[in-house]
């Protein structure tokens, strides 16, 4: 099993790498001093494909377990579904010692970090990422929100979780679509800091696609590092160095906003097209000072 520690002093953390790791959440939890009453937050497909397998053993080591769902799309990451689910934790809550886990891609991590930072002013969290883009990026960093109608993520805070369970294998159920889309974050961190990972990308990506899992522990190693070390870095964004991890996202999230959040771009796929544009540019200002 590979560990990557991110360090942040007493919001560090470790996420653990391995096909075959969900059904060894409970063992890794027990670990962590996370608390006793697990609430998972997911949507109706995951509970139904493999919330059994995290519940099994959530309760093999001693916890109790409640599950929540939300939609599987961004409108999940609404202010009403927000206080819904608050609403719904809070009356569960009841001479408990709760924590959340995200069980699923971006937009469920968003949205449970973001109740994990607000509720009872801070509780504890963790997440089970379901997407190779979840997996490589947004499940780590401490970046929460929801989103207002006006933009994405307008509401958020960084809230570090207590552990992240990367388990490859649960990216075999995904579409074709989505593991491309993950492939674009894949590229931006070799386009952003690994030359070596560009080149092995170019070799190698119809192995990824295809979830060979020498090649994708190897990418999400990779990833996973070069993110953490950012972070570490630059925490809450304040000192220009985690801004790099935006290459590609600025006219990325223009095109989700300007498709209404349709699903006619998925994130990643909206982040390709920002990075290539985004290199044009930086190519014809190159071009244009010299």
Same mark, same amino acid.
């Given at each position: $099993?590979?560990?990557?520690?991110?360090?942040?002093?007493?919001?560090?953390?470790?996420?653990?790498?391995?096909?075959?790791?969900?059904?060894?959440?409970? =063992?890794?939890?027990?670990?962590?001093?996370?608390?006793? /009453?697990?609430?998972?937050?997911?949507?109706?497909?995951?509970?139904?494909?493999?919330?059994?397998?995290?519940?099994?053993?959530?309760?093999?080591?001693?916890?109790? =377990?409640?599950? +929540?769902?939300?939609? #599987?799309?961004?409108?999940?990451?609404?202010?009403?579904? =927000?206080? /819904?689910?608050? /609403?719904?934790?809070?009356?569960? #809550?009841?001479?408990?010692?709760?924590?959340?886990?995200?069980? !699923?891609?971006?937009?469920?991590?968003?949205?449970? !970090?973001?109740?994990?930072?607000?509720?009872?002013?801070?509780?504890?969290? $963790?997440?089970?990422?379901?997407?190779?883009?979840?997996?490589?990026?947004?499940?780590?960093?401490?970046?929460?929100?929801? /989103?207002?109608?006006?933009?994405?993520?307008?509401?958020?805070?960084?809230?570090?979780?207590?552990?992240?369970?990367?388990?490859?294998?649960?990216?075999?159920?995904?579409?074709?679509?989505?593991?491309?889309?993950?492939?674009?974050?894949?590229?931006?961190?070799?386009?952003?800091?690994?030359?070596?990972? +560009?080149?092995?990308?170019?070799?190698?990506?119809?192995?990824?696609?295809?979830?060979?899992?020498?090649?994708?522990?190897?990418?999400?190693?990779? =990833?996973?590092?070069?993110?953490?070390?950012?972070?570490?870095?630059?925490?809450?964004?304040?000192? !220009? $160095?985690?801004?790099?991890?935006?290459? !590609?996202?600025?006219?990325?999230?223009?095109?989700?906003?300007?498709?209404?959040?349709?699903?006619?771009?998925s994130h990643g796929e909206a982040v390709a097209i920002g990075m290539v544009a985004a290199s044009r540019m930086a190519s014809y200002s190159v071009g244009s000072s010299s």
């Amino acid at each position: $099993m590979k560990v990557i520690k991110l360090n942040l002093k007493s919001r560090s953390y470790p996420i653990f790498i391995e096909e075959g790791l969900l059904s060894k959440a409970g =063992c890794l939890l027990k670990r962590s001093d996370i608390g006793k /009453d697990a609430i998972v937050i997911t949507n109706s497909y995951l509970k139904k494909k493999i919330g059994n397998e995290l519940r099994s053993t959530i309760l093999k080591h001693g916890f109790s =377990c409640k599950f +929540f769902t939300a939609p #599987d799309s961004e409108k999940a990451k609404s202010i009403r579904y =927000c206080l /819904d689910l608050i /609403d719904k934790i809070s009356k569960y #809550d009841k001479k408990k010692q709760i924590f959340l886990i995200a069980l !699923g891609g971006g937009v469920i991590g968003d949205l449970t !970090g973001f109740i994990a930072s607000i509720y009872k002013r801070g509780v504890p969290y $963790m997440h089970i990422p379901t997407t190779l883009l979840a997996q490589i990026d947004s499940s780590i960093g401490g970046k929460t929100a929801i /989103d207002l109608k006006v933009a994405k993520n307008l509401v958020g805070a960084f809230y570090q979780p207590r552990l992240v369970i990367v388990d490859p294998g649960l990216l075999k159920s995904l579409p074709k679509r989505q593991l491309r889309s993950g492939l674009a974050e894949v590229i931006k961190y070799s386009v952003i800091k690994d030359r070596a990972l +560009f080149s092995y990308l170019e070799n190698n990506h119809k192995n990824i696609i295809s979830l060979k899992k020498k090649d994708v522990e190897l990418i999400e190693s990779r =990833c996973i590092a070069i993110k953490a070390r950012i972070v570490e870095k630059d925490e809450q964004e304040k000192k !220009g $160095m985690r801004t790099i991890l935006n290459f !590609g996202h600025t006219i990325g999230h223009a095109i989700e906003s300007a498709s209404g959040y349709s699903g006619r771009y998925s994130h990643g796929e909206a982040v390709a097209i920002g990075m290539v544009a985004a290199s044009r540019m930086a190519s014809y200002s190159v071009g244009s000072s010299s």
